[in-house]
């Protein structure tokens, strides 16, 4: 139950979907994510930690970069909450907005990105 409700409360944030969503797309380090969704990297770091917490994301170090994709060892319930939420959301204005600028997100150097994102 109180793996239930942990997924539950991770998925009750519109940015924390988003992010979910994005990371179906495969691996994408904060700066990506920040780009995307429009948020302060501390934020964002935050919103990733309670998908963290909740067992639906995992977390790479490369360097100075933290990479964070889905969990591929998720739990059973952690992969139909999320099969479920990626159903839900597929035709959402927001979602495809968001997937449009991911494009161009992924386009760019990542090094390029951090950069002008700490300016």
Known sequence: MRNLLTICKALSDPNRVRALLL????????????????????????HVAVLRRAGLVRARRQGRWMHYSIDPQASPVARQAMEWVFLQAA???????DRARLVRVLRMDKEELCVRLRS
Not at 26 to 46: D, F, H, I, N, Y
Request: hydrophobic share 40%.
């Open 23 to 46: 990371l179906s797309k495969g691996e994408l380090c904060v700066c990506q994510l920040r780009a995307v969704l429009g948020l302060a990297t501390s934020t964002v770091s935050a």
């Open 91 to 97: 035709g959402d204005r927001q979602i495809k907005r």
